[in-house]
C-alpha cells in the first residue's frame, strides 16, 4: 500500500546522513563483496583449471608402474596389444621414459631440461602441435634414429625459432631436431616447454634400462575412460597381481576430483564470508533500533492518523530491507572491481556468474528484512500516547 | 456524536489508584465546538486521549457516532481514528523528511487511498488553509503559524467528522494563536464538529462551549459565555 513512500522515505534517510548510512552498510558491503570476490575467483580458477586438464586431453589416461622389484615386468608390446584388441576403447598408447642424461646445445648445459622417451603416438594423445617439422615416427622408434622434437622454449632460446635440422646432445650423442613444438605452459625455463622428445627405445637405452614407468593412453572418447581404465588395471593385474604395484589415473577422474577439491573450499570460504553478512544483519538491526528511537514521536504521529501496526512493520521492514539491498547493490559493485584486479593479478579471468550476483542482492535483502524485523515489530507495538508524548 | 457515559479511567502507581477519569458523562453533538479546560492533572489528557481512540477506558462506554469504540484493539482504533477524527497537536508533529502536501496525505495513504485521489484531496486541504503555494515546501522552511495550519489540512484532508485540537495554540505567539483559533471557528461554522484541549481560559472562550475538568471529575459543563466557565474553583486554586 504505502511501498512506494516507504522506500522514497528509506532512500532519503540514508542521503540524509551519509556518514551513518555507510557505517550502517559496511558489514553488508564487505560480506557481498567477500562472497562476489571468492565465487569470481573461484570460477576463473575452475575455468582456467578445466582448460588446462581439455588441452591435455581429457580423453587420457596414465598408467603408472610402481612394483619396480617384481620379478614379473609388462612389457611395451602388451599394452600395444591391449589398444590394438579394444579398438573401441583405447585409440593409442605411447611408453614415457623420463631420460636421465646429461645434455647439451653447443656448450651450454641444459640444467631445467626434461627428456622423454615416447612413441610417435604421443603428440596425439597429449594434444601436441608443431610450428615446424614433423614428430617422431613409428621407424625412428623401430631403428632408434637420433631424432627428437623440442619444446617452444628450448626453439626460441638457443635457435631463434629456427630449430629444425639442428643438434641437441643427449647423454652424449647428437640428436637432429626433425620437429619444434606449439607453445603449451608458456612458463619458460623447466615448464612444459623446457623439453626434448626422443624415441622412447633410445631413451631405454640411454637408461640402460628397458622397462617403462609410465604409459599415456588415450580412449576413444570420454566416455569410454571409466572402460578403458578398467580395462588397463585387469591387464596389469594379471601381471603384477598386486594392485599396489601399478596406478591407473584418467584424466576426467582427476578433472572430477579436483572440482570437487575447488567446490568445497569455495563452499567454505563463502560460508565465512557470509559471517560477515550476518555481522552487517546486526548493525543493520542496531541502527534501525536506535531509528526507532529517534522516531518514537513520527511513530506516534502516523498512528494518530490511522497507521495500523502492519502498516508501522512493513515501514520498518522496507527501510532496513532498502538499506541492506543498497549495501548489497555498493558490495557487488566493490566486489566485481576487486574481482576484476584480483583475477588480472594472479593471471585468470574472474568475472562472477548473474545467479552469483542476483543471489548475493536476493540475500541482502534478506539479511535486512529479517534483521528488521525486530525493530519494526517494536515500533509497530509502540502505544501511540505513550508514543505522542515522547521526548 | 460524542457520547461518553459513566467514564473510568484508573491507573495503579503501586498501592494508590489515581482516579484519572472520575465518572465522566458527556455528550457532543454534531457541529458544536466544545473546549475541555482544566489544570495539569484535571484529566483533561486522559479525557482527550479517550476521545481520540488513542486510550480505552477501565468501564463505562464511549460512543463515536454510535459505534461502541471503549474496547477496541488497537489495530481497529486505527480504523475508527483514520475515518472519523482528525489530530491537531500543540507540536503540529509533521514529519521534517516528507515535504507539506506528503504530509497532508499521510491520513489517506493509511485509509487506502490511491495517488492520484491523495493528492487532489490533499492539495484541497491546501487549498482550503491558504497554504497552496508552499506544497511542495519542507515543513521546517515555514513558520510555527503555518505549520500548524498544515497540521489542520492534514486533520482535514480525510474529511473526519471531528477535529481534535490538543493545546493548538500551546507553541504559537499569541497573534498567530489567535488565528489558528479563528480558522477552528470558520470551520465549525462550516458545519465541523470540534473539540479543543487547553489550560488557557483566553482560548477556550472562543468555543462554544466549555466543558471543565478537576481531579477527573467535570465540574462545569455550559455556554462560554456564562461567567461560570472562566470561574477557578477554590480547591483548584489551591493546587
Known amino acids: 500500500m504505502n511501498f512506494g513512500q516507504s522506500f522514497r522515505l528509506a532512500i532519503k534517510s540514508l542521503t540524509a546522513s551519509k556518514a551513518r548510512a555507510l557505517l550502517t552498510m559496511l558489514g553488508i558491503i564487505i560480506g557481498v563483496a567477500a562472497v562476489i570476490i571468492i565465487i569470481s575467483l573461484g570460477d576463473g580458477m575452475q575455468n582456467m583449471v578445466n582448460e588446462q586438464f581439455e588441452s591435455m586431453g581429457t580423453n587420457m589416461l596414465v598408467a603408472t608402474i610402481i612394483g619396480r622389484s617384481s620379478s614379473r615386468q609388462v612389457r611395451d608390446e602388451d599394452m600395444f596389444a591391449l589398444v590394438e584388441k579394444n579398438p573401441d576403447l583405447l585409440a593409442g598408447v605411447s611408453p614415457f621414459v623420463s631420460g636421465r642424461t646429461r645434455n647439451k646445445i653447443g656448450a651450454e648445459v641444459l640444467t631445467a631440461t626434461s627428456v622423454s622417451g615416447v612413441s610417435e603416438q604421443y603428440a596425439a594423445i597429449r594434444s601436441l602441435k608443431l610450428t615446424a617439422g614433423r614428430f617422431l615416427q613409428y621407424a625412428d622408434v623401430m631403428k632408434m634414429s637420433k631424432v627428437c622434437v623440442i619444446g617452444s622454449y628450448l626453439n626460441d632460446e638457443y635457435f631463434d625459432g629456427d630449430g629444425v635440422g639442428q643438434t641437441v646432445r643427449i647423454g652424449g650423442d647428437n640428436y637432429t631436431v626433425v620437429g619444434t613444438l606449439e607453445e603449451k605452459a608458456g612458463y619458460g625455463k623447466g615448464s612444459d616447454d623446457d623439453a626434448v622428445f626422443i624415441p622412447y627405445t633410445n631413451a631405454q637405452r640411454l637408461n640402460k634400462n628397458a622397462h617403462t614407468a609410465q604409459y599415456y593412453f588415450t580412449a576413444v572418447d570420454s566416455d569410454a575412460t571409466d572402460t578403458a581404465k578398467w580395462l588397463i588395471e585387469q591387464k596389469l593385474q594379471s601381471v603384477y597381481g598386486d594392485s599396489d604395484a601399478y596406478l591407473v589415473i584418467s584424466m576426467s577422474e582427476m578433472m572430477n576430483m579436483m572440482s570437487t577439491i575447488q567446490s568445497t573450499l569455495m563452499s567454505v570460504l563463502v560460508a565465512i564470508a557470509a559471517i560477515s553478512l550476518l555481522v552487517g544483519g546486526i548493525g543493520i538491526m542496531n541502527i534501525m533500533l536506535v531509528s526507532v528511537t529517534e522516531r518514537t514521536k513520527e511513530i506516534g504521529m502516523r498512528k494518530s492518523l490511522g497507521a495500523k501496526r502492519r502498516d508501522i512493520r512493513s515501514q520498518f521492514i522496507i527501510e532496513a530491507g532498502t538499506t541492506s539491498a543498497v549495501g548489497g547493490v555498493i558490495g557487488i559493485i566493490v566486489g566485481v572491481l576487486l574481482a576484476n584486479v584480483a583475477g588480472s593479478i594472479v593471471g585468470i579471468t574472474a568475472i562472477p556468474s548473474t545467479s552469483a550476483i542476483a543471489v548475493s542482492f536476493g540475500v541482502s535483502v534478506a539479511v535486512g528484512v529479517v534483521f528488521g524485523y525486530l525493530p519494526a515489530n517494536k515500533a509497530a507495538k509502540l502505544n501511540p500516547i505513550d508514543a505522542l508524548r515522547y521526548e | ?239
Open chain 2, 1 to 239: 456524536m460524542i457520547e461518553l457515559k459513566d467514564l473510568y479511567k484508573l491507573y495503579h502507581m503501586g498501592d494508590t489508584v489515581v482516579r484519572a477519569l472520575d465518572g465522566i458523562d458527556l455528550t457532543i453533538d454534531e457541529g458544536e465546538f466544545v473546549a475541555i479546560v482544566g489544570q495539569s492533572g484535571s484529566g483533561k489528557s486522559t479525557c482527550m486521549n479517550i476521545i481520540g481512540c488513542l486510550d480505552v477506558p477501565t468501564s463505562g462506554t464511549y460512543k463515536l457516532n454510535g459505534i461502541d469504540v471503549s474496547t477496541m484493539d488497537d489495530d481497529t482504533q486505527a480504523v475508527i481514528r483514520n475515518k472519523f477524527l482528525g489530530f491537531v497537536f500543540q507540536q503540529y508533529n509533521l514529519i521534517p523528511k516528507l515535504n507539506v502536501v506528503e504530509n497532508v496525505e499521510l491520513p489517506l495513504l493509511y485509509a487506502g487511498i490511491s495517488a492520484a485521489e491523495r493528492r487532489q484531496k490533499a492539495l484541497r486541504a491546501l487549498e482550503r488553509v491558504g497554504l497552496l503555494d508552499k506544497a511542495k515546501n519542507r515543513p521546517n522552511q515555514l513558520s510555527g503559524g503555518q505549520q500548524q495550519r498544515v497540521s489542520i489540512a492534514r486533520a482535514l484532508a480525510g474529511d473526519p467528522a471531528v477535529i481534535l485540537a490538543d493545546e493548538p495554540t500551546g507553541a504559537l505567539d499569541s497573534r498567530t494563536g489567535r488565528e489558528v483559533i479563528a480558522f477552528l471557528q470558520e470551520l465549525n461554522r462550516d458545519g465541523r464538529t470540534i473539540v479543543l484541549i487547553t489550560h488557557d481560559n483566553s482560548i477556550a472562550v472562543k468555543a462554544k462551549r466549555i466543558v471543565r475538568l478537576a481531579d477527573g471529575k467535570i465540574v462545569y459543563d455550559g455556554p462560554a459565555d456564562d461567567p461560570r466557565a472562566v470561574e477557578i474553583p477554590r480547591e483548584e486554586e489551591d493546587a
